[in-house]
């Protein structure tokens, strides 16, 4: 069944959606299309108001609508996260995707399996193969040790007990409970109980992974320690992940992509990055307001183009003129490859001219501490303090792809929707890609962006 085209009510702003009649790419783990679940007793009924632009107020009196036409596909190998607030219909959501729930209108595609469609031993069949789940109060069989509770899943397959043990104990070792196999649950710790019912989703080898708040219920130490081990996890197997969770900087940490709910809509669907620098609406704004965008955006988000690149077979002459002209009294050096090989100072390349020196190599200064596109503003503060240079930003193979003045620094911490005016950061003006997809460029990358 094809939902209905639902268009969102004033003051919402829906995401780029997938059309719910296209297939999905052959990287698309899974695909939702128009997923509307709508409780009570007249469900059409208020499906059919929604899809004229009811808002979910509008038809309470036909129903609950907990979920009103979402629409995303979910990559192979990414970490997906849904977040919203409670009520805001992200668990309603995530019992869909693996057939707790029947949508009222659209599809749920699982390895090109429709979960709308499927009977009850289909559905079965597409668990135990495909869709696993840690919920957030652990679930765990009390009688039952470590060991077998972590081949819980196997057992339920068929697997034999030798192989489903073995199994268990490698998806124990992986989320480091090994010592602990033959231990009941009453004797862990919750984050330890949590870690078990991580191990029993691994163990199962399915290709989806869902999990519904899964870390909620534990204390922040222990909290930040499960996210990082699940980040490692993804990054050693490659699982396909759903997260759902009403915690911000979770959302933040783990998602490749973050889809953002409110009242059963999704209002937004993208990186942290481009959901905390481009929110959709007011409400994504305010709900993004107090988050550390250090610890979020990275240098390529802020990185400009320097002003002054000097090519290391270049002459003094060169480099002086090309700093003169720019108004800067230092240039990065590169090579053939653009690979950084250090920074030449203006008085250096005016001591070697007058000496008859016809290449800067001998003048290069090596003292520069490059950074990578991923990393976080918060740790480039302190080598932008250590430097009188901008930060230089590097790729894998050493190649110059930008730099990170230190005003870039300080206008990244102001929010997008807060005008920027010359006391708070004097001369900055919008930054604009240019056409092959390099750093931005603008006039600050003649003022600040050269070495300086």
């Known amino acids: 069944m094809t939902a209905p085209s639902i268009t969102p009510p004033a003051g919402t702003s829906a995401p780029a959606e997938p059309s719910t009649s296209a297939p999905p790419a052959p990287d698309v783990a899974v695909a939702v299309r128009g997923v509307s679940k709508v409780f009570g007793r007249r469900p059409a009924e208020a499906m059919r108001r929604l899809a004229q632009g009811a808002s979910r107020d509008d038809v ?129 710790s919750g984050g330890m109980r949590q870690r078990v019912g991580l191990a029993r989703a691994l163990a199962a080898d399915t290709d989806v992974l869902l999990m519904d708040e899964a870390f909620s219920a534990l204390d922040p130490l222990i909290r930040r320690e499960m996210q990082e081990q699940l980040i490692e996890l993804q990054q050693r197997l490659g699982k396909t992940i759903i997260f759902i969770t009403h915690d911000l900087n979770e959302a933040m940490h783990l998602g490749d992509r973050i889809a953002v709910m409110r009242d059963g809509r999704i209002v937004q669907i993208g990186t942290a990055e481009q959901i905390l620098s481009d929110p959709a609406n007011d409400y994504v704004a305010q709900f993004v307001a107090d988050v550390d965008r250090t610890r979020v955006l990275t240098a390529s988000s802020v990185m400009v183009r320097p002003a002054v690149v000097v090519p290391v077979t270049g002459g003094p002459r060169q480099a002086s003129r090309a700093m003169r002209e720019a108004q800067v009294p230092a240039a990065f050096v590169v090579d053939r490859q653009r690979v950084l090989r250090g920074v030449v100072h203006d008085d250096d390349a ?23 596109p991923d990393t976080p503003l918060a740790e480039i503060f302190a080598p932008a303090a250590e430097s009188s240079l901008p930060v230089a930003v590097t790729d894998d193979t050493g190649r110059l792809v930008g730099v990170v003045p230190r005003v870039t620094l300080l206008e990244a911490m102001v929010p997008p929707d807060q005008p920027q005016t010359d006391e708070s950061v004097p001369g900055r003006q919008a930054t604009d890609p240019t056409p092959d997809g390099d750093a931005p460029t603008d006039r600050v990358a003649a003022d600040e962006g050269g070495a300086r």
């Open 60 to 188: 309470k009196a036909l129903g609950t609508a907990a979920v009103i036409d979402a629409s995303f596909d979910v990559r192979r190998g990414e970490i997906f996260v849904v977040m919203g607030l409670s009520g805001s219909g992200k668990s309603t959501l995530i019992r869909m995707l693996n057939g707790l729930l029947k949508p009222t209108s659209g599809q749920v595609l699982i390895g090109g399996e429709n979960l709308a469609a499927t009977d009850a031993k289909q559905l079965r069949a597409l668990r135990r193969s495909s869709v696993s789940m840690v919920f957030q109060h652990f679930a765990l069989l009390p009688h039952r040790t470590v060991l077998d509770n972590a081949a819980y899943p196997l057992e339920i397959q068929g697997v034999g007990k030798a192989e489903r043990r073995e199994k268990a104990r490698t998806a124990i070792e992986l989320t480091g409970l090994g010592g602990w196999e033959d231990s009941l649950p009453s004797q862990l």
């Open 350 to 372: 005016v001591a070697a001219l007058k000496a008859g020196q016809e290449s800067v190599e001998g003048i290069v200064r090596d003292a520069v501490t490059p950074v990578s």
